[in-house]
């Protein structure tokens, strides 16, 4: 059964960091891509960054690009999610979802998804 758990989130003030992780198991981690996304109250769910866990092909949405950082971690079946300069417009729940293809993240619909951590940015 493929397993995806989110965990890092937390309340932090505008202009900190904060990391993400997306602990993952019941596949074969390096077959597949793992996907940030986010959904902030109101709002239709937003992709933000995607890798290739076969060779580290990472992917950004621009409204993130150059402040949020995608990684992995193959030994630890983890993938992260480093985010600089938060803004209060960052606040969301942030999800973790994993796929084959690189396409189903980049286009939003991969097949697994894990249950999400909130992130609240404060002024």
């Known amino acids: 059964e493929v397993q995806l758990v989110e965990s890092g989130g937390d309340l932090v003030q505008a202009g900190r960091s904060l990391r993400l992780s997306c602990a993952a198991s019941?596949?074969?981690?390096?077959?597949?891509?793992i996907g940030w996304f986010r959904q902030a109250p109101g709002k239709e769910r937003e992709g933000l960054s995607c890798i290739d866990l076969s060779d580290g092909t990472t992917y950004y949405a621009d409204s993130v690009k150059g402040r949020f950082t995608i990684s992995s971690d193959n030994a630890k079946n983890t993938v992260y999610l480093q985010m600089n300069s938060l803004k209060p417009e960052d606040t969301a729940v942030y999800y973790c979802a994993a796929d084959q293809l690189l396409a189903r993240c980049r286009y939003g619909v991969p097949t697994y998804w894990g249950q999400g951590t909130q992130v609240t940015v404060s002024s």
């Open positions: 019941g596949f074969t981690f390096d077959d597949y891509t």
